[in-house]
Every structure is written in structure tokens, then in C-alpha cells.
């Protein structure tokens, strides 16, 4: 798999049948490696080891309902409080981060409320911050660490 620009980790990785899985460690089972879950195990490593978010408050491709539509989430980090304060959109490398994925995240947090957005290929990441007052999102050279949520 390609190398990503997220800081390295201890990736647990097994053949079986010819395929290739990557453990989860949220969800704590094996998992087919796709490209796009390459980079959903490398932001779910960072948010844990680097941004210091509890494993306990992360939930990883859950449904939920856009427009009676159901639709998977990729990665979501609640407060300590249950409020959803993260939500991540997760793409493979090989696809580049256009407006539709930005509508694809905006669509999503219409139900979801989350106050700051991710979106990554692995490559290229961007953040925000949405002020549901002014009805407008911040772009963010990085996301908070969880320390500042409480």
C-alpha cells in the first residue's frame, strides 16, 4: 500500500486466501484492504495516538439517514457529553478531494451537527470548523486535540 502523510503505526496486517485485511481497532475486527480503508486505519490511528481521542468515543462506518436516504459514515467522535464533535469522510488516495466530497460531508453533517469537519485521501487532508450561528465553516490548519473538549 502506498505510504500516507499521516505519522507511522503499528499496523496489524494478515493474508488470507490471497486477500489482504488490516485490523480495526475500534471496531475490533478484520477487515478487507481497500484503499479507502488503508486510509480510514491511518486517521482512526491518528486520532487516537496523536489527537489523544479516546477510543470509547469513536464509532467507525455507521449508518444514518440524508433525506430518508441510508447513507455510511466513516469515522465519528463524540464528547465525553454524547455531542458528536468530529466527523471524518475518508476517500482513497487515488481519489482527489473535489467540492463533491466537501457536499458528500456537508450533506452528512445536515443530521450528524458534528462542529468540526475531516476530510482525507491520505494524501491531502483538510479541516473545519462549522459556526452553526453564521451558517458558515473555517477552514483549520489542523484539528483540536481531545484535551480542548473538556
Not at 92 to 105: G, H
Not at 138 to 146: E, G, N, S, T
Request: aromatic share 16%; charged share 25%.
Amino acid at each position: 500500500m502506498e505510504k500516507l502523510s499521516f505519522p507511522d503505526f503499528r499496523i496489524r496486517l494478515k493474508n488470507k486466501e490471497n486477500k489482504h485485511f488490516i485490523f480495526d481497532i475500534i471496531r475490533k475486527k478484520w477487515f478487507l484492504l481497500t484503499q479507502e480503508e488503508w486510509v480510514r486505519q491511518h486517521c482512526i490511528h491518528f486520532l487516537i495516538f496523536f489527537k489523544k481521542y479516546p477510543k470509547s468515543l469513536i464509532n467507525v462506518e455507521k449508518k444514518l439517514l440524508v433525506n430518508g436516504l441510508p447513507k455510511r459514515y466513516d469515522i465519528i467522535v463524540y464528547s465525553k457529553k454524547g455531542n458528536v464533535i468530529l466527523l471524518v469522510e475518508c476517500k482513497a488516495p487515488n481519489i482527489k478531494i473535489s467540492q463533491d466530497v466537501f457536499d458528500q460531508i456537508a450533506k452528512y453533517n445536515l443530521s450528524i451537527k458534528s462542529k468540526y469537519l475531516m476530510v482525507s485521501n491520505g494524501l491531502s487532508h483538510y479541516f473545519c470548523e462549522v459556526n452553526y450561528e453564521s451558517n458558515d465553516y473555517y477552514f483549520l490548519a489542523d484539528i483540536p486535540d481531545f484535551k480542548t473538549f473538556n
